[in-house]
C-alpha cells in the first residue's frame, strides 16, 4: 500500500528515495525540489488541517514506491508552482532545468481541465488529457499519484464532490493506469473510487472479508508452510505472500451474479523466484501435490499481456479442500506487474533513455494512440475511437510465430493484417483463422491465431474493407490507399488536361511552361507546387481555361461571344442573381440539370444557342471538348440564402434500414430530401438516387461524409447524367 501508518516526513520519503538512487546530483536536485516546495508552500493548509507540502510529500512518496527517477519526483514536488504564479517558467528552468519544466508545464495543462462530467467540454478535456499523456509519460504518471493521494484524503470533501472525484477516477484515469501496467495504483483507485461511489457496497464485501479473515489467514498460512516446504527440499530459493484480493475485484464478480462464497480466489499467494526456468519447476512442483483446475491454468510468461505483465497463474485444491489461486513469478516480473511502464526507466550510469521510445516499443496502446491523435478528428470523434480502439475491452489473438497482438472486441482479420502492416493489409487475399479459412467481416476472439494470406500481385485493399473494420488504424490506412491512388489519377488526368489546352490553343509548350509563367500559377491559385495544380484541376477545382485565361488574359473572345449571343450592349458588372459573368448582367443564367451545380461548386459558363448561358460544375463531362464556348461565372457572394437541388448516388449492401438512417442525417446538416429512387440492384448491392435541397458546396460534403459512416454504405458520391 502507498498509505503511510506513520507520519510523512522528507527523511522518509529521501530515505526510499536512496534504495534506488544512488547518484549525489540527482539527489541534491531532489532536496533542492523538495526545500523549494516547502518555501513557497509554507503558509498554506490543506482541506485536512495539514501543512501543503505534506501533500507534496505523499505524491513523492508514491513515486518512489514505483521507483520513479529524479526528473519525475523534482517535478511532482512542483508541479503546480507555475498553475498558482508561485514560480515562473525561467525560476524553474535556471535551476532545474528543460525536463522537468517541460514535465511540470504538462501537468499545469492537464490541473487546467475540469474533469466534471456536467462540464460541456469533457469531450474535449478527454483528449487534451490523453495528448498530453502521449506527449511523455511521466506527466499522467505524476498526475496518478496526485490523484491517488487526493482520493486517499477525499473524506474531507461534501458527499457529493467525493462521488464526482470517484467517478472521475474511475472512468478516466484507472483506465489509463491498466493501460500503463500500473496494477498497484490501478487497483488502489479502484477501492477508493467503490468506497465513495457506493459506500454500502465497499463495506458490505469489507465486513464480509472480515468476518472470514481468521479463517482464511490461517488456511493461506498452511499453504504457504506446505508450498515453501517443497520448494526448500527441491532447494528452489523463493518468497511467498498471501495476496489480498481488491474489494474493486470482488465487487465485479459480485456484479456479475456471483455469490461471496463462490469467489474461490479470495484464498491467494504469489510465490516469487530468480529465474523463468524456476517458475514452470515451481509450478510443476504444486501441480504434483495439488490438483489443479484446468481451465483456470494461464501462462503469462510466454505469452506476456501487451502491457508487459507476465506471471503464471493456476488455481488448485489446497489444504482444507479450500481453493487457492497461485501466482508464480520472478522479482523483475514482479516490478513490471506492479509498475508497469515505470519498471523500464533506467537509473545507473546517468542513462538518458527516452521514456518514450521504450514505452512506444512495449505498448501497442501508446502506438495507437499516437495515430488517432494525429489525425484531422473533432473531439467527439477522437473520444469515440481512444474509447473504441484504446480504452474499452480488448482481445489478444496470436501470429502463427506466437506474436500476440491486442485488438478491440469486434476487430477481424482486415484489422489484424493492418496492425501488423500496412504492407501485409494492402496485399490480402484471405486469412485462417485457427487453421480454418473465414470471410475478412469474421470477428476475432481472445486466443484466435490468425494467419493473413498474400499476393504479392494483389493491386490493394477492397473500398468494402472500410466497412468491415472496426479499428481506426485499418480504416485510416485502406483511405489513405484511396486517397493516395485518387491523387496521382487526379493528378495524371489534371496534366493531361492542361497539355491539350494549351495545345489547342497553339501556344508553345516550353512558353507556357516557362518558370515565370510557373510562379505566377503557384503565387496565384495558392498551391506548392505543379503537382498540386494539376491535382486541383483533376478533381474540378478549376479548369483549364481558366488558368490559361489567367496567364493570357484572353476573356475578351467570350465576352465578344456572349455579346453576339445576347445582342446586349456591355454593361459593368452588378450584383444581382446567383451567378455573375464579368461585363454583363442582362443574359438568361440556367443552372445545367446534368451535373446540378450548388453554391461554391467550381463552376463554368457554356454559351447556348439562342439560351443564354448553362452553368456547369466544372467536373462534368457533359461540356468536354466544348472550350470555344466557355467562360468564367462566378457565384454570387451577396446571394446566398438559397438551396439548390443535388443529385447523389448512394450505394449499399442494405436496403430498407439503411434509408431510415440516411433521412436521419438530414436534420444535423439543414438539408431537405426532395425524392429517392432505387436505381438498381446487383449482386447484393443496392443503389439509390437521392436528390435533396442543400445549400452549399461544404454542406453537401458534411451530409456525404456523414453517410458514409453509416454501417452497411460503400460508396456516396455526386450523381452526373
Known amino acids: 500500500m502507498t498509505k503511510l501508518d506513520v507520519p510523512i516526513s522528507f527523511e522518509l520519503v529521501f530515505s526510499k528515495i536512496k534504495e534506488y538512487i544512488e547518484e549525489k546530483d540527482m539527489l541534491n536536485l531532489i532536496e533542492k525540489a523538495y526545500l523549494k516546495s516547502d518555501e513557497i508552500?509554507?503558509?498554506?493548509?490543506?482541506?485536512?488541517?495539514?501543512?501543503?507540502?505534506?501533500?507534496?510529500?505523499?505524491v513523492a512518496y508514491i513515486l518512489s514506491t514505483i521507483k520513479a527517477d529524479y526528473e519525475t519526483i523534482c517535478a511532482a514536488f512542483l508541479y503546480d508552482s507555475i498553475e498558482y504564479n508561485l514560480l515562473t517558467e525561467e525560476d524553474i528552468r535556471k535551476v532545474f532545468g528543460e525536463v522537468i519544466l517541460s514535465l511540470i508545464l504538462g501537468v499545469t495543462t492537464i490541473n487546467k481541465l475540469n474533469f466534471s462530467a456536467d462540464n460541456e467540454a469533457m469531450i474535449a478535456n478527454h483528449r487534451k488529457i490523453l495528448v498530453g499523456l502521449s506527449e511523455d509519460v511521466r506527466v499522467i504518471i505524476i498526475k496518478l499519484?496526485?490523484?491517488?493521494?487526493?482520493?486517499?484524503?477525499?473524506?474531507?470533501?461534501?458527499?457529493?464532490?467525493?462521488?464526482?472525484?470517484?467517478?472521475?477516477?474511475?472512468?478516466?484515469?484507472?483506465?489509463?493506469?491498466h493501460r500503463l501496467g500500473m496494477n498497484h495504483i490501478k487497483g488502489e483507485l479502484e477501492d477508493l473510487s467503490l468506497r465513495y461511489l457506493k459506500p454500502d457496497v465497499y463495506f458490505g464485501i469489507v465486513e464480509k472479508l472480515n468476518a472470514t479473515k481468521k479463517e482464511r489467514d490461517n488456511n493461506v498460512l498452511l499453504m504457504q508452510e506446505s508450498i515453501s516446504k517443497i520448494l526448500n527440499d527441491h532447494s528452489i530459493a523463493h518468497k511467498i505472500k498471501g495476496r489480498s484480493k481488491s474489494i474493486y475485484s470482488i465487487y465485479n464478480k459480485l456484479d456479475k451474479g456471483k455469490t461471496f462464497n463462490e469467489i474461490y480466489d479470495l484464498l491467494a499467494l504469489r510465490i516469487y523466484v530468480d529465474s523463468e526456468e524456476q517458475c514452470y519447476q515451481t509450478l510443476g512442483l504444486i501441480h504434483s501435490k495439488y490438483k489443479p483446475i484446468p481451465k483456470r491454468f494461464k501462462d503469462y510468461i510466454a505469452m506476456p499481456k501487451t502491457n508487459m505483465y507476465q506471471s503464471l497463474h493456476t488455481t488448485v485444491f489446497g489444504v482444507n479442500e479450500q481453493l487457492f489461486e497461485i501466482q508464480i513469478r520472478t522479482y523483475n516480473m514482479d516490478l513490471v506487474a506492479e509498475n508497469g511502464i515505470a519498471s523500464h526507466w533506467s537509473y545507473k550510469e546517468n542513462s538518458k533513455t527516452s521514456m518514450q521510445s521504450a514505452m512506444e516499443a512495449k505498448l501497442q496502446?501508446?502506438?495507437?494512440?499516437?495515430?488517432?491523435?494525429?489525425?484531422?478528428?473533432?473531439?467527439?470523434?477522437?473520444?469515440?475511437?481512444?474509447?473504441?480502439?484504446?480504452?474499452?475491452?480488448?482481445?489478444?489473438?496470436?501470429?502463427?510465430?506466437?506474436?500476440?497482438?491486442?485488438l478491440p472486441k469486434g476487430s477481424t482479420p482486415i484489422d489484424f493484417a493492418y496492425k501488423v502492416h500496412s504492407g501485409v493489409g494492402d496485399k490480402m487475399v484471405g486469412a485462417l483463422v485457427n487453421n480454418a479459412i473465414v470471410p475478412l467481416d469474421y470477428e476475432l476472439k481472445d486466443n484466435d491465431i490468425i494467419k493473413i494470406n498474400t499476393n504479392k500481385n494483389q493491386n490493394g485493399p477492397s473500398r468494402e474493407w472500410i466497412n468491415m473494420a472496426k479499428t481506426y488504424q485499418a480504416k485510416n490506412k485502406i483511405k489513405s490507399y484511396f486517397n493516395k491512388l485518387d491523387k496521382e489519377e487526379y493528378l495524371k488526368k489534371?496534366?493531361?488536361?492542361?497539355?491539350?489546352?494549351?495545345?489547342?490553343?497553339?501556344?508553345?509548350?516550353?512558353?507556357?511552361?516557362?518558370?515565370?509563367?510557373?510562379?505566377?500559377?503557384?503565387?496565384?491559385?495558392?498551391?506548392?507546387?505543379?503537382?498540386?495544380?494539376?491535382?486541383?484541376?483533376?478533381?474540378?477545382?478549376?479548369?483549364?481555361?481558366?488558368?490559361?485565361?489567367?496567364?493570357?488574359?484572353?476573356?475578351?473572345?467570350?465576352?465578344?461571344?456572349?455579346?453576339?449571343?445576347t445582342a446586349k450592349p456591355i454593361k459593368e458588372t452588378t450584383i444581382k442573381g446567383d451567378i455573375l459573368v464579368e461585363g454583363t448582367t442582362d443574359i438568361k443564367i440556367n443552372l445545367a440539370s446534368c451535373c446540378r451545380p450548388i453554391y461554391k461548386d467550381p463552376i463554368v459558363g457554356y454559351v447556348t444557342k439562342g439560351y443564354g448561358v448553362t452553368v456547369h460544375r466544372s467536373v462534368c463531362p457533359n461540356i468536354k471538348d466544348t472550350s470555344e464556348r466557355i467562360i468564367d461565372v462566378y457565384w454570387n457572394e451577396n446571394n446566398t440564402n438559397k438551396k439548390y437541388p443535388a443529385?447523389?448516388?448512394?450505394?449499399?449492401?442494405?436496403?430498407?434500414?439503411?434509408?431510415?438512417?440516411?433521412?436521419?442525417?438530414?436534420?444535423?446538416?439543414d438539408i431537405t430530401i426532395q425524392s429517392i429512387n432505387t436505381i438498381n440492384t446487383l449482386?447484393?448491392?443496392?443503389?439509390?438516387?437521392?436528390?435533396?435541397?442543400?445549400?452549399?458546396f461544404e454542406k453537401i460534403n458534411k451530409y456525404m461524409n456523414d453517410i458514409s459512416s453509416i454501417k452497411h454504405i460503400i460508396a456516396v458520391e455526386r450523381l452526373i447524367k
Open 647 to 669: 443529385s447523389l448516388l448512394v450505394t449499399s449492401t442494405e436496403n430498407k434500414k439503411v434509408l431510415l438512417d440516411i433521412i436521419a442525417k438530414t436534420s444535423n446538416n
Open 145 to 177: 499519484a496526485e490523484r491517488l493521494h487526493n482520493m486517499q484524503t477525499l473524506w474531507v470533501l461534501d458527499a457529493k464532490t467525493q462521488k464526482e472525484k470517484a467517478r472521475e477516477a474511475l472512468d478516466i484515469l484507472v483506465p489509463i493506469a
Open 494 to 565: 489534371g496534366e493531361d488536361l492542361l497539355n491539350k489546352e494549351v495545345k489547342k490553343k497553339k501556344i508553345p509548350i516550353s512558353e507556357f511552361f516557362s518558370n515565370d509563367n510557373i510562379s505566377k500559377l503557384i503565387e496565384n491559385y495558392k498551391v506548392q507546387d505543379l503537382n498540386e495544380l494539376y491535382i486541383d484541376l483533376g478533381n474540378g477545382k478549376y479548369n483549364a481555361t481558366q488558368i490559361i485565361n489567367f496567364l493570357y488574359n484572353e476573356n475578351d473572345s467570350k465576352e465578344d461571344l456572349i455579346l453576339k449571343r
Open 41 to 58: 508552500h509554507k503558509d498554506e493548509k490543506r482541506l485536512s488541517g495539514d501543512d501543503a507540502i505534506t501533500h507534496y510529500l505523499h
Open 365 to 406: 496502446f501508446f502506438k495507437t494512440l499516437m495515430e488517432i491523435k494525429n489525425s484531422p478528428l473533432s473531439d467527439e470523434e477522437f473520444m469515440n475511437k481512444v474509447h473504441s480502439d484504446v480504452l474499452d475491452d480488448n482481445i489478444y489473438v496470436f501470429t502463427p510465430k506466437g506474436d500476440v497482438i491486442e
Open 683 to 696: 449482386n447484393d448491392e443496392y443503389h439509390f438516387e437521392i436528390v435533396v435541397q442543400v445549400a452549399s
